[in-house]
């Protein structure tokens, strides 16, 4: 479970929608877009009280190692002026060795004001990620320079956190030192996503120790966020979010509480909307549906490489995961005839392995043995030779 930290840069919403939604993505594995239209209310530095209308621009392209993270904000606000705000991050993730694979990312970021005042930041960062049978532990830190204000100023960010999934929860905690100069503080923050139905909900709970700059205002040490996702559509969706978020003394944005409304138009959404069954019709039980992974095949690539090989034309994402993968993950390249693949280093043995298709429950290969692995779960015995 990768939990990349989100940044700000300068992105102008409109243009990022037109590369998000009109230009292909060579090679990559996973595209998702999506642009939020909309309304806030908010109230800042405890004082200030203003609406504004909201586009909000986000795309994250996904190579399998290399994830792109980008977003843009245009605000046009009702008390006068507006500001544009984003953020673009990318990570490579090496190889697992002994279960710990190596994060290496950066990120920059700002933003631009009716009254020409701007804020800038970037940052370059490594993170180490530890995957377990329950969830994943990480930790890592980032250097780099922000201006704002008075200009320039070093950061140094450390960071440390788990995250792990109960039943249809996913739920991560992180912890971040932060230095800017003279301003020592620390960040907990607790967040929780799941998704019911056609519904998608996230909140955030975060708690700060250590300096403020109380010349932002609003200095509250806890904060605390709902947002809700309704899929009307595939495609479509209305947003609800509300709540309170903090000071960021690394853009000297003061902290404050608002109240948002939009409408989602989203591609890459792999979820088809349910519709309930006509109400004068009787439900009639269906046939068993076909298994989405058909068939599990591999075959020798060289000395020490393997190609695993998976029938599931239904799918929109096959995932592996096993001892050989350090039970990180790893996404197969899919073709037009239903087939998926990919090859991985593997020498002759016996190896615990599992699949799972569009982000669901871990399952065992069609053709494998099944047994049971350290933690509870199923898992199949692949033997190479």
Do not use: C
Not at 54 to 78: I, K, P, Y
Not at 214 to 219: E, H, I, V
Not at 227 to 232: G, L
Request: hydrophobic content about 40%.
């Amino acid at each position: 479970m990768r939990v990349p930290r989100p940044l700000p840069t300068k992105i102008h919403s409109l243009a990022l929608t037109a590369l998000l939604f009109g230009t292909p993505i060579a090679g990559a594995q996973r595209v998702e877009s999506n642009v939020d239209v909309g309304g806030m209310a908010l109230r800042y530095a405890d004082t200030l009280n203003t609406g504004a209308g909201v586009v909000n621009a986000h795309g994250l392209v996904d190579w399998g190692r290399t994830v792109t993270d980008a977003s843009g904000t245009f605000s046009q606000f009702t008390s006068g002026g507006w500001s544009t705000q984003g953020a673009l991050s990318g990570s490579y993730f090496s190889a697992p060795v002994r279960r710990v694979s190596l994060e290496v990312g950066g990120f920059a970021g700002g933003s631009v004001h009716h009254d020409g005042t701007r804020t800038g930041e970037a940052l370059a960062n490594l993170r180490l990620h530890n995957p377990r049978g329950w969830g994943e532990l990480f930790a890592g830190g980032g250097i780099g320079r922000t201006s704002f204000g008075d200009g320039p100023e070093n950061i140094i960010v450390g960071e440390a956190g788990v995250s792990t999934r109960a039943r249809s929860i996913d739920a991560t905690v992180v912890v971040s030192p932060i230095a800017v100069d003279s301003l020592r503080y620390a960040d907990s923050q607790l967040s929780l996503s799941w998704s019911r139905g056609n519904f998608d909900f996230q909140t955030f709970l975060g708690f700060r120790v250590g300096d403020q700059l109380t010349n932002l205002g609003a200095t509250a040490r806890t904060w605390g966020s709902v947002n809700a996702v309704a899929w009307i559509k595939r495609h479509v969706a209305v947003v609800l979010a509300g709540g309170a978020y903090p000071i960021d003394p690394t853009q000297g944005f003061p902290g404050g509480r608002f109240l948002s409304a939009s409408i989602r138009l989203a591609s890459g959404n792999a979820r088809e909307v349910e519709s309930p069954p006509p109400s004068e019709l009787p439900v009639i039980s269906a046939s068993v549906e076909a298994p989405v992974i058909e068939k599990f095949t591999w075959r020798r690539s060289g000395a020490h490489q393997v190609t695993l090989r998976v029938s599931a034309p239904r799918a929109s994402s096959v995932e592996v995961n096993g001892d050989f993968t350090g039970w990180t993950p790893v996404r197969l390249t899919g073709s037009s005839d239903g087939w998926w693949s990919v090859t991985l280093p593997l020498d002759p043995g016996k190896y615990q392995m599992n699949l799972r298709f569009d982000g669901g429950k871990w399952i065992v290969p069609p053709g494998l043995l099944s047994m049971s692995d350290e933690f509870g779960g199923a898992v199949g015995l692949l033997v190479v030779e």
